[in-house]
């Protein structure tokens, strides 16, 4: 089939080098528009926009896609159109331009986690599996009849980082298969349950705030969720870190700490702080102005204080 294909970020590039690699042909790809990144405020293209221009495919960048002349971009023959992580909602003018319509490669098991950031909200509300969704979109938030499902387990050090590798591969697994089944007719599409549907919440900077007077496992959760944007956070003995995994503690401890309390810090058993119920490990963290490390190596080197709290 003839295919044109939306997306912008890294997580979408594995699904476009598949579609490129097999039997279909991509006949052109819309992007984000182009932004400055660095010190230098260079502008550079999408990591989407940058493979296709590798292989001389058009790229079709709008600014407000539901409200821009997008004809050049329909004109072109095409049987579908597949979207993944394009980071716009896409306009009735697009959804059923194309005989096949749009098919979005979705990263959770909808119907739950609807919206731009399911990863993250499976991480944060501790989910045991995930998975990719593809369905048919329609003009509704990931409302659209499903197609078929990819599930994969959330392992216990999966953070936003690892997760989004994890379904990015599994996307670009899923969408050859995808069009073929629709290529041959054997596509069977069924509607969500509505009653089980959740809405994923914008991500913002405050959330990486931490309050340990909260559980472990909301902690935990945020920790994960948040590896990837905006970061949780934390000030020790006046040094801040970035917070990129932890798990719970479920060793011996001081049960008269108070939350935010640091319980352990060495080389051996890592770096632990009390809870509003127990206890939390921190595991990778990023001092600042250094680099990304183990908890154990930044204390093999490094000292905090034990009883110290947490700013």
């Known amino acids: 089939m003839k295919v044109i294909f939306f ?33 230098s405020n260079k502008i550079v293209p999408t990591p989407v926009k940058a493979l296709a221009m ?110 989004f590798e994890k379904l990015s591969r599994l996307s670009a697994d ?29 991500l913002n900077a405050e959330m990486g705030n931490l309050d340990f007077a909260q559980t472990t496992a909301s902690l935990v959760g945020l920790i994960k969720g948040l590896a990837a944007w905006p970061n949780a956070h934390m000030t020790i003995d006046g040094v801040y870190f970035k917070l990129y995994n932890a798990r719970e503690y479920n060793g011996a401890y001081d049960t008269s700490a108070r939350p935010g309390q640091v319980l ?10 009390r809870t509003g119920d127990g206890a939390i490990e921190i595991t990778e963290l990023l001092p600042i102005n250094s680099k990304k490390m183990t908890a154990k190596s930044y204390l093999n080197g490094k000292k905090i204080n034990i009883g110290s709290i947490v700013e």
């Open 7 to 39: 997306g912008t970020p890294d997580y979408a590039v594995p699904v476009l080098q598949a579609l490129i690699d097999s039997h279909h042909e991509v006949v052109a790809v819309v992007s984000q528009p182009d932004k400055a990144k660095g010190r």
């Open 174 to 202: 899923t969408v050859v298969e995808a069009l073929d089944t629709l290529e041959n007719g054997r596509a069977v599409f069924e509607k969500q349950d509505e009653a089980q549907a959740t809405s994923c919440k914008m």
């Open 264 to 273: 352990i810090a060495n080389n051996k058993e890592g770096l632990v702080i």
């Open 54 to 163: 590798q292989y001389g495919v058009p790229v079709f960048q709008y600014t407000k896609i539901r409200k821009d002349d997008v004809s050049d971009m329909l004109s072109i023959d095409a049987d579908v159109i597949v979207t993944c992580a394009y980071g716009q909602i896409i306009g009735s003018n697009v959804l059923f331009a194309k005989h096949f319509g749009v098919i979005n490669l979705h990263g959770s098991l909808l119907p739950k986690y609807r919206g731009s950031s399911p990863i993250q909200w499976a991480l944060i509300n501790n989910e045991k599996e995930t998975g990719v969704t593809v369905l048919k979109s329609d003009v509704g938030m990931d409302d659209g009849e499903v197609m078929m499902k990819r599930c994969i387990p959330i392992a216990d050090d999966d953070n936003a980082i690892t997760l």
